[in-house]
């Protein structure tokens, strides 16, 4: 079977993992690597050995290349997905699609235009203790959800230390486009109107200008409703860089799941650290887990011609969520999710 010649544009913290989940896949070559920054190339194309770029038009002129993933900051995806879709070229993108409707929009209309399919890696849908809940939730006896409570949340660095680029996100569109993402999974339905409330203080006063935390009500077309909570201001003594948790209330089940401890605890000096071994590890240099997966079965469907797990349609509504929780932000109103 031929293998697939991709390229990653963005190689910052989590362009890498694209880098090197398509470094190992058997069925992948990793071919080139696009990232404005030219240390940041350098370095990738010594380490990996790869040709690099630091313009993407540039680079799909000149390379031989079958698929393109993105992972540029947030609110750029559309450009380098646009560029690759116009060159013929299947995209995965990080998630969120883009931080507006009408840029994830045009995505969708030139992928339209061009015969070209696009995925979204929104990873928690192969998350195993997602998959259990969404299994549970189709199990018979499980009952119809009647009330859903998610958390997503990070550390007060990721917006501060991390990026450079956080004012032009959001938690709304960084974490909770996930959580959208996976109750709409959940639920198999979308979401007709959402209230939402939120904080604009600690991250502003250290030069952040955007949310600290939102709590958003959604309610979905099954007659479930949803409290989803949002937040990049966890402080920095916490035992992991995230926190999560889900609780889902049906007619005769309670189903929960915790992804802060995941079962594995390390003490030092400082405080305990409880990482998460089944997003993304090391294995003898070979990455593996759920943070690596939707990678490898972006290749998996092109070469078998299979439906994406979350594709294009999946981004958009989560954007259009995402963009009803802002405007509710704004207007202290509920909002409708216009789907027009
Ligand atoms: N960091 C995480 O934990 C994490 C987890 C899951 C998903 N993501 C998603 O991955 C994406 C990237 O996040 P990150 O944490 O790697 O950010 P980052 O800032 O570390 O890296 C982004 C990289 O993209 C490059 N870039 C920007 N515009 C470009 C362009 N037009 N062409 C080529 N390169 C360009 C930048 O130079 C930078 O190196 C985001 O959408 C984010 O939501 C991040």
């Known amino acids: 079977m031929k293998v697939m010649n991709v390229a990653v544009v963005g190689a910052g913290i989590y362009g890498i993992n ?24 350098d370095r990738i194309a010594k380490e990996y050995q790869v040709k690099t770029y630091n313009d993407v038009n540039e680079m799909l002129d000149h390379e031989e290349i079958d698929a393109v993933s993105i992972a540029t900051p947030d609110a750029f995806h559309m450009d380098p997905a646009i560029a690759a879709i116009r060159h013929g070229k299947p ?10 409707s009408e840029d994830a929009k045009k995505i969708l209309d030139e992928a339209k235009k061009y015969h070209v399919r696009v995925a979204v ?3 928690k849908r192969w998350d195993p203790a ?3 809940l969404k299994n549970q939730l189709e199990a018979p006896g499980t009952g119809k959800p009647i009330r859903g409570y998610m958390s997503m949340e990070d550390i007060i660095d990721v917006p501060t230390e991390w990026f450079n680029w956080a ?5 709304v569109h960084f974490l909770g486009t996930h959580c959208y993402d996976q109750i709409r999974w959940y639920m198999g339905c979308e979401v007709e109107e959402v209230y939402a409330v939120g904080t604009k203080e600690l991250l502003k006063s250290k ?29 920095k003594g916490f035992a992991k860089n995230n926190d999560g948790r889900t609780q889902i209330l049906c007619e005769n089940t309670l189903l929960r799941a915790d992804s802060q401890n995941r079962g594995v605890e390390i003490y030092d000096n400082q405080k305990c ?51 009803a929780v802002h405007k509710s932000l704004e207007t202290k109103q509920a909002v409708k999710v216009e789907r027009a």
Not at 286 to 311: K, S, T, V, W
């Open 273 to 323: 650290h409880t990482p998460n071994s089944y997003f993304i590890l090391d294995n003898c240099g070979r990455p593996r887990g759920f943070g690596i997966e939707p990678m490898n079965d972006f290749i998996y469907c092109l070469m078998n011609d299979e439906p994406f797990i979350a594709d294009g349609n999946d981004g958009l509504q989560a954007e259009l969520i995402a963009e």
């Open 167 to 171: 004012d032009k996100s959001s938690p």
């Open 91 to 100: 995209v995965l993108v990080e998630k969120p699609l883009a931080t507006t």
């Open 18 to 41: 694209h880098i090197n989940a398509y470094t190992w896949n058997p069925n992948t070559n990793l071919a080139a690597v696009c990232d404005l920054n030219k240390e940041i190339t």
């Open 121 to 123: 890696d929104y990873h």
């Open 207 to 235: 030069g952040v200008d955007t949310y600290d935390t939102i709590q958003a009500f959604l309610k979905f077309e099954n007659g479930c409703y949803w409290t989803v909570e949002n937040s990049w201001i966890l402080p």
């Open 130 to 132: 997602a998959i259990n």
